[in-house]
């Protein structure tokens, strides 16, 4: 089960990430998750939003450089331990996180990560065999 992140390439600059989340904000859009790499001169910034094809079609009509790739999010118990599991069934399976982040829910108790992987079928697959519950787009919606 995969979601969809929207990638967007921004100016290293004051203001720009702003300008970005006023787009989103004009057009309705609700970000579940987000993270923000930056380099010297500009940023990636990686979202999960509430309606993909919405956000994607008025980032890029915006003028940004934007990509979609599919990723993994997933619900844990929110204690220690949990996710050195999940990075131990990767590891057991040959699966190398490439990169994560947490988002907060209104869920009390769980933990809630996105995953981007080298292999994210069977990365999936072996999740879902091990009992770690994988979030749809759907449920992303939702939350």
Known sequence: MMVKQISVFLENKPGKLKELTDVLRENNINMRALSV???QDFGIVRLIV????????????AGY?????DVMAIELSDQPGSLANVLDIFGE???????MYAFNTHT?????????????KKGAE????SDVRLISQEDLAKL
């Open 37 to 39: 790499a930056d380099a």
């Open 50 to 61: 509430d309606d993909v094809y919405n956000a994607s079609t008025v980032i890029k009509d």
């Open 65 to 69: 450089v934007s990509s979609t790739k």
């Open 93 to 99: 399976n040959g699966i190398n996180v490439e990169y």
């Open 108 to 120: 009390s108790g769980k933990a809630h990560l996105i995953f981007r992987v080298t292999d994210i």
């Open 126 to 129: 072996v999740l879902k065999a």
